[in-house]
């Protein structure tokens, strides 16, 4: 499966599913077929996307980054624009967002699972998100190595 397939996977379940947990869809998304990496991929990244989507239009800034933290405390970071899952879904996030009301529930009901819309919302004054500036987010979930993948060397093309 290409990483368009695995994003449509992760859609599917979380439109027939109203379970949140992320051991749970980790679970579900093996028994879809998925890879253990991949469904923790999807679970960390798709969010992320679809609030990005969402928010940036209403003043919300994101780094371009992201951490991973193991158990021992050391962190590698990585960049979004290197992830495959988040690029397509952002790529779908955006064209979500231009569709009709089923759509733009499903947009909100994936943002909702994101750790950056529940931020935003602490953070809004009276609903005007302009403003905010959130940190890198900090995944704790996948391995090191997963982003150590997304950097790209720049004499490495």
């Known amino acids: 499966m290409n990483p368009k397939e695995k994003v449509a996977a992760y859609l599917k379940l979380v439109r027939t599913s109203e379970e949140t947990d992320c051991d749970t869809l980790s679970h579900s998304l093996q028994q879809m077929g998925l890879q253990h990496a991949d469904a923790e991929r999807l679970i960390a990244f798709v969010p992320i996307a ?3 989507v969402l928010l940036k239009p209403r003043g919300v800034r994101f780094q ?3 951490l991973v933290r193991d158990s021992l405390g050391r962190t590698v970071r990585g ?5 495959p899952f988040f690029v397509e879904a ?4 955006l064209q979500l967002q ?9 947009l909100l009901s994936v943002a909702a699972l994101s750790a ?5 919302r602490d ?4 609903g005007d998100f302009s403003g905010i500036v959130l940190t890198e987010p900090v995944l704790l979930r996948l391995p090191l190595d997963a982003a150590a993948a997304t950097r790209r060397r720049w004499w490495k093309f």
């Open 79 to 83: 960049k979004l624009v290197g992830e």
């Open 90 to 93: 952002k790529r779908v996030a």
């Open 123 to 126: 953070l809004a004054t009276a």
């Open 50 to 52: 679809f609030a990005q």
């Open 116 to 120: 950056e819309l529940s931020v935003a």
């Open 64 to 66: 371009d980054g992201f």
């Open 98 to 106: 231009r569709g009709d009301d089923v759509a733009i529930r499903l």
